[in-house]
């Protein structure tokens, strides 16, 4: 019990360190808030722009949503269907590589010709960055289905579609909750970065809008606005893993 409480608080007390150690640095050494703003600084811009903040982070979390909503559909897809035929995963998976090797940022000019300066973009972006981790752990979770289970299951009567909806999916459920942690830090920088060159809202517009004016204490409000949303994205995501995959993580809680 005293190790779980210790690892449910660690990550609050590392942040609170950091935060203190940060701020002394800044106090101590007299760092300029056009170059590094100390936390009390940029608690102040959070408090001052808190109108402004809301309304872009609100811009950049429907939007962030709505890319990773595609990529989740898109990439259970694409993963069922190569996860479960050899064919398609020697086929497509090295091809979908070399994809997601591509810099997505590369991406948003040729998404502002063909859609125009706004959501459409930041959506795009958003999924074309998060789809890929959906897709690869679907199609890993199918593709390494014990060759021994699938043999004895075929034997029984089991059909191929038996397979894989009654074993195959159940087995790739904590790869599908381990992607979707992933995808969704992926997708906020997705969205951040279009925004920043394709977009006159959300948190992305506001930090090139802050930065061009040397308010660096609010452009830093603005990052950490970021990471609250993809960390609570994060943490909800851990929760639900737990609670729908329990089985894969008995081993774990008893440590």
């Known amino acids: 019990m005293k190790a779980k409480t210790a690892r449910q608080f660690a990550p609050w007390a590392m942040l609170a360190a950091t ?103 930041a959506i795009l972006t958003a999924f074309l960055i998060s789809f890929f981790p959906v897709m690869v752990n679907i199609a890993t979770g199918l593709a390494t289905l014990e060759p021994e289970l699938e043999d004895v299951l075929r034997v029984l009567g089991a059909t191929r579609a038996d397979v894989l909806i009654k074993v195959g999916l159940p087995r790739a459920m904590p790869f599908f909750f381990a992607s979707l942690k992933v995808a969704i830090t992926l997708a906020f920088v997705g969205s951040t970065v279009s925004e920043m060159t394709a977009s006159n809202e959300g948190i992305g517009y506001l930090l090139v809008s802050a930065g061009s004016s040397m308010r660096m204490p609010l452009a830093f409000a603005g990052l950490v606005t970021i990471g609250a949303m993809a960390m609570a994205m994060y943490e909800l995501f851990a929760i639900v893993e737990k609670r729908t995959t329990g089985w894969a993580h008995r081993g774990k809680e008893a440590n």
């Open 19 to 121: 935060l203190l150690i940060w701020q002394a640095l800044c106090s101590l050494l007299a760092v300029s808030e056009f170059i590094f703003p100390s936390p009390l600084a940029i608690m102040g811009a959070m408090v001052e722009f808190a109108g402004p903040l809301a309304e872009h982070a609100w811009h950049t979390f429907w939007v962030t949503m709505a890319g990773f909503a595609i990529a989740v559909v898109v990439g259970v897809l694409l993963g069922a269907a190569i996860g479960s035929s050899r064919l398609l995963y020697a086929a497509v998976y090295p091809l979908m590589t070399a994809f997601n090797a591509l810099p997505k940022a590369a991406f948003v000019p040729i998404l502002v010709v063909w859609f125009g300066i706004g959501v459409g973009p």
